[in-house]
């Protein structure tokens, strides 16, 4: 499976979603889309879905451009929380219809997890509660078993359980059926171990490609007196500083590959590991992050 973006823009009126991305993901992996709202992930999935078509530069999955593509249609599925299906059928019926539209569907599984879940078939989808609907697209998602499976954040609305169950599902059919799994969400609490590679997204840009646990071992939180923070932070690429108490701070920092932080024992200073949730807020964070709001209203501006 390959998925290439080549200097891609897309534009909705006068608003800019993407404004030059240039991509290239290959192979059997479960890759991370990462970036803040507005960063041009949903409109990027859409692209390779081919339900939209780029305003310039070119994007191929499979070597073909996927918009009006059958081909292309049916070797992708793209799962999102706007998902709607047809009102007068039950969610039976449906999964009748997604096993006629892609040829690797599973239908024991996708009825076996309804039935895991509570979802009933002879229900309408309209009817069902934000959480369930989420479930149910995740799980017509799973057992398409397309080549190129994508989720955008596919687990809003869901209790602690369902999320737990539904990321162990995703492993679990990974490793029967490796397909590029792309994943894009802001609550990546117990799915940031999946990822294989992170891409992050920044202002229709790429910001960041990298292996993910490559990715994260770079960043590492130090704490400790102020003068000491600083001098440590001092060598390497701050993407966060701020005063945690009285004389003391606390900062993020991105180290360059291959270096590790060297700390002298008997200063203060404390190191601990970054989430990859905190580690891309840290790296897409504006410039003085919060303070800066307060800093800008004390002097007026």
Do not use: W
């Amino acid at each position: 499976m390959d998925l290439n973006f080549h200097q891609v823009v897309k534009h909705f009126g006068k608003t800019k979603a993407l404004s030059g991305l240039t991509l290239n993901l290959a192979g059997n992996k479960i890759i991370g889309i990462l970036g803040r709202n507005g960063a041009g992930k949903s409109t990027a999935l859409q692209l390779a879905a081919g339900l939209l078509k780029p305003s310039a530069g070119n994007v191929s999955v499979l070597g073909e451009k996927p918009f009006n593509s059958l081909r292309i249609s049916a070797n992708t599925l793209l799962v999102h929380e706007g998902m709607t299906f047809p009102p007068a059928l039950r969610l039976g019926t449906i999964l009748d219809e997604l096993e006629r539209t892609y040829p690797s569907f599973d239908r024991k599984l996708a009825r076996n997890l309804l039935d895991h879940f509570g979802i009933p078939s002879d229900a309408f989808h309209i009817q069902l509660s934000r959480g369930m609907k989420n479930t149910f697209n995740m799980v017509a998602g799973i057992a398409s078993r397309t080549p190129l499976s994508m989720f955008d954040e596919p687990l809003n609305g869901m209790d602690a359980g369902v999320r737990s169950d539904l990321i162990q599902v995703l492993l679990k059919e990974y490793i029967s059926h490796p397909r590029m799994i792309l994943l894009s969400g802001h609550q990546l609490e117990g799915v940031e171990d999946l990822f294989e590679e992170i891409v992050i997204l920044h202002e229709g840009r790429l910001l960041h490609h990298e292996n993910a646990d490559e990715f994260k071992e770079r960043f590492v939180r130090i704490s400790g007196p102020c003068s000491v923070v600083r001098r440590a932070a001092s060598t390497e690429k701050v993407l966060d500083l701020h005063d945690t108490l009285p004389g003391m701070s606390e900062a993020i920092i991105m180290m360059k590959p291959g270096t590790a932080l060297i700390m002298s024992e008997g200063n203060g200073l404390k190191s601990t590991s970054v989430s990859l949730g905190d580690a891309y807020v840290a790296l897409t964070r504006k410039k003085g992050g919060i303070d800066r709001v307060y800093t800008d209203a004390a002097d007026g501006k």
